[in-house]
């Protein structure tokens, strides 16, 4: 059965950093591509960032280019949000979910940007 | 990219009464192969997005038979054929064909 399960939110400052994680399980992560969709207190859901099932293709959203990373390790089955220089508006849910025919999403992290 | 606009963005059902969600797109999703890049899913209060419909019409599995996707090309629906009261919640469509993923604003459906 498939699971990913996020982990690595909390509270942080304006302009710190912080490292999301999603753990993987029950298919080979190789095999796909991996993206990661955040949403803000009471608003929809917004793309942030794709790998592709290889690691070389990345693409980010225009209101976190420059400030995210996203990255996976094979070995691990896990994908990674690096985030920095955050922002009280990067406050949200932060969901990793599996492409496919059927996407699959975790339950979420939630990450505060407050001082 | 690619933009989704649902509607109604509010829409009150009285418990077994149908209900219908309408999801347009602003260039096809229907790709070579011949599927509709676009999912339904349904957000409950607390809760991830659960997947609903995928490629258009095919029912995810354990979604009630109650639940239908249709369309192609640009227009899709969602359609709730009884509504029950674990309906509730915010129903968004989801569009996968073109880079970057988006999705519609979202639909509010609660019990009358």
């Known amino acids: 059965q498939v699971h990913l399960v996020e982990s690595g939110g909390g509270v942080v400052q304006p302009g710190k950093s912080l490292t999301l994680s999603c753990a993987t399980s029950?298919?080979?992560?190789?095999?796909?591509?991996m993206h990661w969709v955040r949403q803000a207190p009471g608003k929809g859901l917004e793309w942030v960032a794709l790998i592709g099932y290889d690691g070389y293709k990345k693409s980010y959203a225009d209101s976190v280019r420059g400030r995210v990373t996203i990255s996976r390790d094979e070995a691990k089955s896990t994908v990674y949000l690096q985030m920095n220089r955050l922002r009280v508006e990067d406050t949200a849910v932060y969901y990793c979910?599996?492409?496919?025919?059927?996407?699959?999403w975790g339950q979420g992290a939630r990450v505060t940007v407050s001082s | 990219d690619t933009v989704l606009t649902q509607s109604p963005l509010s829409l009150p059902v009285t418990p077994g009464e149908p209900a219908s969600i309408s999801c347009m797109s602003n260039e096809s999703l229907l790709h070579s192969n011949e599927y509709n890049y676009l999912d339904w899913y349904l957000q409950k209060p607390g809760q991830s997005p659960q997947l609903l419909i995928y490629l258009a019409s095919t029912r995810a599995s354990g979604v009630p038979d109650r639940f239908s996707g249709s369309g192609s090309g640009t227009d899709f629906t969602l359609e709730i054929s009884r509504v029950e009261a674990e309906d509730v919640g915010i129903y968004y469509c989801m569009q996968t064909l073109h880079t970057p993923p988006t999705f519609g604003q979202g639909t509010r459906l609660d019990i009358k």
């Open positions: 029950g298919f080979r992560l190789s095999n796909y591509g």
């Open positions: 979910a599996r492409e496919g025919g059927q996407w699959a």
